[in-house]
């Protein structure tokens, strides 16, 4: 049976077009593989390639699949997971259009659709096993590998369009004499990935875009490393103004730009070296530690900082304060427009805290530690349990209006300590003992489910680190408890004490101090979505928690770095710097850390590294952060 329209219906058409157009995977290869594909009688051969990757699934480059940044139009079965952006897609629609003008209506009905299924197996997260890619020393299929009974369907039907879809001579001359060799011809070494068994065996499309478990349950992730040399990484945020730069702080007092591209601007948007109180001691936990974006700032230009001070008469504190972006410049503060909103005394140099946040209130939320030394030791029952002290504390300030009293900030009405006269009326919530990262959970993208939860790590003291929700008038324990156990017998079990249990709490044979994280949101690996990923700042160590829906208890999921399969692909890696000092999100709510190899405030060893589910890995445009 001849499908194909008769040579003087064409040869108008063919005087138009050029002699002979390549298959498309060929031009495709050979731009990624640009110095590494060598030709041998006319036919295209990947060269060996050093540490190729041989994980399922895998794209023809190499690549592992991903979520397409635009919908797909043609190949549009493969539009939430495969290896085609919609540029290729449409380079297989064109493709696919050419040949079906060749063909006559009885055609177009007979192989209209194999051929568009074969020629979108470009585009499935399997293309490398169903070409036979990842075998170096054999050539690159032009047709990819078709189960047997298909093919036989489709050469009884469709025989005489398969010189449109390959130039192989040995190929097209065994269509014409055998039907059973030339579909022995299109068969792979692993028949498991041939087309269309590929796409309905279950062991292999189960778990199609699942996160990488080890045998112990651990997830398998990687990073790409965004930036480096800089000096004790304190935070990176973002201001929320449609920008996507990112504020990136050393512990030293200097605040940097980067931009969407990963750039670093020469000059650092704000210096406070010469006030904030910062030394080489490994483990110094003075300096900048924390900094917050109004959240009208797009309009007002107002931003929050956090930092330890040594006054005139030699006393430590904490100050937070406000300043202004430059009118001139949007990268640049202004250095004279301080404005101090509160100072507090410390009773010793550690235990500072540092987080600065703005919740979905509006309000501004001040995590302090609890003064320092060994066991909260100031006054009957420490700092912490004591209400009138701001220390130990989550405090919540109204930073647009100011008080009464000539405060320089408002009191929210309904802080919950307000009327009570042993409360210090700034006070949210006590009993902490040094937070170390608080983060505000953007919500669910979609039902906006857990928008709003203040979630932080507070760093342990001799046996126990703990992952919090805050909740307003919360009691979180300190120093009566530490974790879920006692740690002062005598607060412990006074009758008054009702104290907020953490989520989560490790004991330091896991690790010794944690740094709080981030719930994800982003929009890049959706099967990290809801996971509160955390990790401890003297291992290194990366944990993550996950919710119960009907229990409504949280837990722990380890997260380890995948192997040199899992990360073997063009940017990532899967080795960090061991002190984890923090964690971040950009505007799209992307994950990041920060960490060190060596935890001095002048040793340029940090870095900023971005977390990556290899499983789902999108197409990356110009942006970095």
Not at 189 to 211: E, I, R
Not at 483 to 506: K, Q, R
């Amino acid at each position: 049976m001849d499908v194909l329209k008769t040579e003087q219906q064409h040869r108008e058409k063919e005087s138009k077009e050029e002699d002979q157009k390549e298959h498309p995977l060929k031009d495709w290869i050979r731009a990624k593989f640009v110095g590494s594909m060598k030709k041998k009688g006319g036919q295209w051969t990947t060269a060996t390639v050093a540490g190729v990757s041989l994980g399922h699934p895998q794209c023809l480059d190499y690549g592992p699949p991903f979520k397409p940044a635009a919908n797909l139009e043609f190949c549009s079965q493969y539009d939430t997971f495969g290896c085609c952006d919609q540029q290729k897609d449409n380079t297989l629609a064109d493709k696919y259009w050419s040949i079906m003008d060749h063909l006559e209506i009885q055609g177009l009905e007979l192989c209209g659709v194999y051929i568009k299924d074969i020629l979108c197996q470009e585009c499935s997260p399997y293309a490398a096993h169903i070409y036979d890619a990842e075998d170096p020393y054999t050539p690159l299929r032009t047709i990819p590998g078709l189960c047997f009974n298909y093919c036989s369907e489709f050469h009884l039907k469709c025989k005489s369009i398969i010189a449109f879809l390959t130039e192989d001579k040995h190929l097209l001359e065994t269509s014409m004499k055998s039907r059973v060799n030339f579909c022995n011809l299109l068969s792979l070494p692993d028949p498991d990935y041939c087309f269309p068994d590929v796409v309905q065996t279950a062991d292999l499309n189960n778990k199609l875009g699942s996160m990488v478990e080890d045998p112990e349950g651990c997830l398998k992730l990687c990073l790409i490393e965004v930036a480096n040399g800089l000096r004790n990484p304190v935070l990176m945020i973002h201001a929320n103004d449609g920008t996507h730069r990112m504020f990136v702080a050393e512990q030293i007092g200097l605040v940097w730009v980067y931009l969407p591209d990963g750039t670093q601007l020469d000059e650092p948007f704000l210096d406070l070296q010469d006030f904030v109180v910062s030394t080489p001691w490994h483990g110094d936990e003075r300096g900048f530690l924390g900094m917050a974006f109004h959240p009208e700032f797009q309009r007002n230009g107002k931003f929050y900082v956090y930092y330890s001070i040594i006054d005139e008469d030699y006393v430590e504190k904490i100050r937070i304060s406000e300043f202004h972006v430059s009118s001139h410049d949007m990268n640049k503060a202004d250095p004279l427009s301080e404005r101090i909103i509160l100072e507090i005394e410390e009773q010793a140099p550690n235990h500072n805290g540092g987080q600065l946040l703005f919740g979905t209130d509006g309000y501004l939320y001040i995590f302090t530690g609890d003064g320092g030394q060994t066991g909260d030791p100031f006054g009957d029952f420490g700092n912490s349990q004591n209400k009138s002290s701001l220390l130990g504390k989550v405090l919540r300030l109204d930073v647009d209006t100011k008080n009464i009293n000539g405060k320089p900030y408002g009191i929210p009405p309904d802080n919950p300590f307000i009327f009570d006269h042993d409360a210090s009326p700034e006070v949210y919530a006590y009993g902490v003992r040094n937070m170390w990262r608080c983060s505000v959970d953007r919500g669910d993208p979609v039902t906006g489910k857990g928008r709003g939860r203040i979630f932080c790590g507070d760093v342990g003291q001799s046996r126990y680190e703990e992952v919090d929700i805050i909740y307003k008038g919360g009691n979180y324990g300190w120093r009566a408890k530490e974790g879920f156990e006692c740690f002062d017998i005598m607060l412990c079990y006074n009758s008054s004490l009702v104290d907020v249990l953490p989520i989560f709490a490790y004991g330091h044979n896991v690790g010794k101090s944690v740094t709080g994280g981030y719930v994800y949101r982003g929009c890049e690996f959706p099967n990290l979505n809801g996971l509160y990923m955390f990790g401890d700042f003297m291992n290194g160590r990366l944990m993550a928690l996950q919710e119960d829906e009907k229990t409504k208890e949280w837990k722990k999921q380890d997260i380890c770095m995948g192997d040199s399969t899992t990360c073997a692909f063009p940017g990532l890696i899967n080795t960090h710097s061991n002190f984890i000092i923090s964690f971040a999100e950009n505007e799209a709510g992307e994950l990041f850390f920060l960490s060190t190899s060596q935890p001095s405030s002048l040793d340029p060893r940090g870095t900023i590294y971005k977390l990556v589910d290899p499983s789902r890995l999108v197409i990356y445009k110009q942006s970095t952060l």
